[in-house]
């Protein structure tokens, strides 16, 4: 789960810092990929840490509510990225329906 925590920190630096700072580095399907990766990864350590850890009765043990509460946040930040990943796929697809380049600049053909 810390590498899922730096990996999201690292991806959302890019989502958030590159459009505004480097436009000339964003990229519309790195950014999918990007969310698509970090929601797969969360997802797979969310699982793992239940699998492994978590105990739903704990009886008061503070590591195991901890452990509990670690797998709850992932689940949340896995369906939080899954939605970002909905969303910006569809922007994708949204964007590579219409054209790309204006009727002006397309060159002239002479018949």
Request: with cysteine; net charge positive.
């Amino acid at each position: 789960m810390l590498f899922n925590s730096i990996f999201s920190l690292l991806v959302l630096a890019y989502l958030a810092l590159t459009p505004l700072y480097f436009p000339r580095f964003f990229h519309r399907l790195v950014a999918l990929g990007l969310e698509a990766v970090t929601s797969l990864f969360w997802f797979a350590g969310s699982i793992a840490l239940a699998a492994g850890w978590a105990n739903p009765r704990c009886g008061g043990n503070n590591y195991c509510g901890s452990v509990n509460a670690a797998v709850a946040f992932g689940f949340f930040l896995w369906a939080l990225f899954t939605f970002f990943a909905i969303l910006s796929a569809r922007e994708v697809l949204r964007s590579r329906r219409g054209s790309t380049t204006s009727p002006a600049a397309k060159p002239y053909v002479a018949a």
